[in-house]
Structure formats: C-alpha cells, structure tokens
C-alpha cells in the first residue's frame, strides 16, 4: 500500500496526504493568523497572492500562491484549495472575516466545487431568512 501512496501520480493535488483533523488544523493556522505555526512575516509572505489571472466567464479576477487561490464571493475574501484526481475530489475554504472555514471531500469526479463552495457559503451567512 506505501509504494501506491507514494507513486505521485496518485497523489492529491499538491501532493498533500492529510486527514480531517490536519485540515481543521491547517484552517485553525489561517484563523489564527499562522501564530504559532509561522512568524507573521512567513504568514504574510505564505498569503501574499503572487499571480494573478482573470477567470474565463467572470468579472473577477483570482489570485493565487502556494497551491491557494485568493477571490472575492458576494463581498467576503475566501482563500481556497480546490484539488482532484481521477476518482476523488477536495476543496479547502476559509473565510478569515468570519473566522469561518471548511472542506468538502468526495469520491467521485461529478462534482461541481464552485457550486458546493457558493452554496455552503450562501447557505451559511446569506440564505438566514
């Protein structure tokens, strides 16, 4: 089993292998500012965007670094980590306004992870009626 999870072909995007504890870990670090983890300098660089692009269909433009996309929804900044290989998909989300974040993890390619971004967003702090 080792030399499959070592093969990077099958690794996650960005080669990260981690469990659901080491992503609520890893969203705690961006709520926190990275305290604890980095200094604020290292914080700052590590999400400071480096390029940025605009996205087919959008107005907007994404900011990306270090395997992180930056982008404005409805008004709120996200910092997000979608990924994917044949057979699984994961999208990793903080919105450090809200001290809020989360992260979606399937088994199957028919997911559409804007979709479910924006809805677990909208569902959370704009559908409160």
Avoid at 1 to 24: C, F, K, Q, Y
Avoid at 27 to 37: E, S, T
Avoid at 86 to 115: H, T
């Amino acid at each position: 089993m080792r030399n499959e999870i070592d093969h990077g072909a099958r690794w996650p995007s960005g080669g990260v292998i981690a469990t659901v504890i080491d992503l609520a870990r890893f969203a705690q670090m961006f709520l926190n500012d990275g305290k604890g983890v980095m200094s604020p300098e290292q914080f700052k660089l590590f999400t400071t965007p480096q390029v940025t692009w605009a996205c087919q269909g959008s107005d907007t433009n994404k900011k990306y670094r270090y395997g992180l996309f930056r982008e404005y929804y409805r008004g709120l900044y996200l910092i997000t980590s979608p990924g994917s290989r044949p057979g699984y998909k994961s999208v990793f989300c903080v919105i450090p306004e809200k001290d809020f974040a989360f992260s979606v993890l399937v088994n199957s390619m028919q997911v559409d992870f804007q979709r479910i971004t924006e809805t677990v967003i909208d569902s959370y702090f704009f559908d409160k009626e």
